[in-house]
């Protein structure tokens, strides 16, 4: 898994249960002539890019570590907009 690819995961990609994760998009970032302008989900550069992975266990783990926090950050963040 490419970095661009990584970054792109959202958790509805990520199954815990079955130990895999599915790329079907990348994050990339958009630069301006003053620098990064921000950033956009695409989908996969090749139709070999959408494809499901195995999922270490060591990896499960450290994203189930990080779930519960960010989803009490948004909450805390309140409703977007």
Do not use: C, H
Request: net charge negative; charged share 20%.
């Amino acid at each position: 898994m490419g970095l661009g690819e990584a970054l792109g995961l959202q958790w509805v990609e990520v199954d815990f249960e079955r130990g895999q994760v599915r790329t079907v998009a990348t994050l990339q970032r958009l630069e301006g002539s003053d620098g990064i302008r921000g950033w956009e989900q695409l989908p996969p550069n090749s139709e070999e890019s959408d494809r499901t992975l195995p999922l270490p266990s060591s990896m499960a783990q450290a994203l189930l570590g990080e779930r519960s926090p960010q989803r009490l950050a948004q909450l805390a963040a309140g409703p977007p907009g």
